[in-house]
């Protein structure tokens, strides 16, 4: 029998003790030994299924990881992505700012060495059934909104933490982006009223956290035109047409507005600017050619890394990982064979529209009165939810709770560089731009997300020096 080198005797002991000292109180059962391809970490994961409704049969998928150096100091970060009806664990995990990303071939993992799990714990939770891996078996659960949506995510959370019992008392932060501006809120806000009843455990919230919010459709909509305007992408008779004859003032989902022949026809013309080669979550990233991908998920690794780095191909690798057997087998996932194959927004979920019409701004409200800060981040290059509307939102927001600006608007750095602009009022909001980001900002700017997380999980303003860092 071969003898063990001292480095690799050395390297086994590590991985005991990391999972010695951490298997106490945790479900054995929900473990993830390893992922196929992942490269060896020294942090543990889990995933699995938390049950919502035995009797009907409505599950929750969730991957949970643990910080990458003393966990057991760290907070707790529940992720939740948008859509509605997109993963949180696909998107959130292991496209933006989880540990690994996917790589070149689609078959493994490499590690994202921004991962958000250097300042916490963090959860990933395919919300609501229907989403991801989540699932029920009652057909009439895929009719969704956001009312059920928080509900079932308050049961999760509670089950969650009868898992995770040592996570109980931990400072809990809420975390998401796009469609998250609606499902955070709503979760905070049913959290603080569980609180406000319960006799025993009590959430240890801390605050809230969205980038990219949909927060309110009627500024959320107009802010797009004007964000294509602005970045040169619409001529100027069509953006002067669009502001002097569109009234998006009763703007809905369902019945956007009554338009002007004008207003429709400048409407349309400015939406031809998106085309399969301009991506309008990120105007200025390169695009992936799927076809070359679906074919070879490419030869080289850096073959398509085309805008300053990022890979923008990582959809279609990660959507070719999360579809293979073993993979699913290693996250515990898929347990009840769903006749169809994963992807990351749902295909299955009819979510209300009249939902997406909410005005969060009251809900908003009555967390920050609650004394739970609440920072909303926007990266730059979105044009789907621009920050152009984001800011206004957020300054109405102020003036109804008659907040003073506590930190003017101005630069932050990372790095010695400009990261971003940020303004806070009273102490409890913060709003931030991040430099070169877009509709996913860690996706396209990990670095600066990671500071900016990591401010805020730490209680931190965003610094306004170009020499102030965060150290573990």
């Known amino acids: 029998m071969a003898r063990l080198s001292w480095q690799a005797v ?11 000292s951490f298997a106490d109180g945790y479900p054995e ?18 995933a699995g299924y938390v049950d919502i409704d035995k009797v009907v049969g409505r599950s929750l998928f969730y991957y949970f990881v643990e910080a990458e150096k003393r966990p057991d100091t760290k907070p707790l970060t529940l992720w939740l992505n948008g859509g509605p009806g997109c993963s949180s664990v696909g998107g959130g995990a292991f496209t933006e700012l989880g540990p690994f990303y996917p790589t070149g071939d689609g078959r493994g993992l490499r590690i994202n060495s921004m991962s958000w799990n250097k300042a916490s714990n963090l ?37 969650w933490f009868d898992k995770f019992p ?11 982006e796009s469609y998250a501006g609606h499902y955070i809120p709503q979760l905070a806000d049913a959290i603080l009223s569980y609180n406000s009843h319960s006799s025993g455990f009590k959430f240890n919230i801390k605050g809230i956290a969205i980038g990219n919010p949909l927060l309110k459709l009627d500024r959320d909509i107009p802010a797009v035109y004007e964000f294509f305007w602005s970045h040169g992408m619409i001529s100027d008779i069509v953006g ?73 191909c990582m959809t279609y690798e990660r959507q070719f990982y999360f579809n ?6 290693a996250l515990h996932a898929n347990r009840t064979h769903l006749p169809y194959e994963w992807s990351l927004c749902s295909n ?25 800060p609440v920072w909303i981040f926007s990266g730059d290059q979105d044009s789907v939810v621009p920050f152009l509307g984001t800011r206004t939102v957020v300054q109405e927001l102020a003036d109804d709770l008659n907040f003073k600006t506590t930190v003017p608007y101005g630069v932050w750095f990372h790095k010695r560089q400009v990261g971003g602009w940020a303004i806070e009022y009273g102490n409890l909001l913060t709003f931030a731009t991040v430099r070169g980001a877009a509709h996913v900002v860690a996706y396209k700017q990990p670095s600066r997300a990671l500071h900016l997380f990591s401010a805020f999980v730490r209680g931190q303003r965003l610094p306004n020096k170009t020499d102030i860092g965060f150290h573990d």
């Open 10 to 20: 050395a390297v086994v002991g590590v991985l005991l003790v990391v999972v010695l």
């Open 29 to 46: 059962a929900d473990f993830v030994v390893k992922l196929p391809g992942q490269p060896m970490v020294t942090f543990r994961q889990y």
């Open 123 to 159: 959860l990933f939770v395919d919300s609501p059934a229907g989403v991801g891996w989540s699932y029920s078996n009652r057909s009439s659960d895929y009719n969704a909104g956001d009312e059920s949506a928080a509900s079932d995510m308050l049961v999760f959370l509670l089950r």
């Open 166 to 176: 040592e996570l109980k008392s931990r400072d809990l932060f809420l975390t998401g």
């Open 240 to 312: 002067r047409t669009i502001r002097s004859q569109c009234d998006f003032s009763h703007y809905t989902y369902a019945y956007p507005h009554n338009a002007s022949d004008a207003c429709n026809d400048a409407t349309t013309e400015a939406g031809i600017v998106i085309t399969e080669y301009v991506n309008n979550f990120d105007v200025l990233l390169d695009i992936c050619y799927p076809s070359i991908v679906l074919q070879e998920l490419r030869l080289k690794q850096m073959a398509t890394k085309m805008s300053m780095g990022v890979d923008v």
């Open 324 to 329: 293979l057997p073993e993979v699913q087998m």
């Open 348 to 372: 299955l979920l009819n979510y209300s529209g009249i939902d997406i019409n909410t005005n969060m701004l009251p809900t908003l409200k009555r967390i920050i009165q609650n004394k739970i």
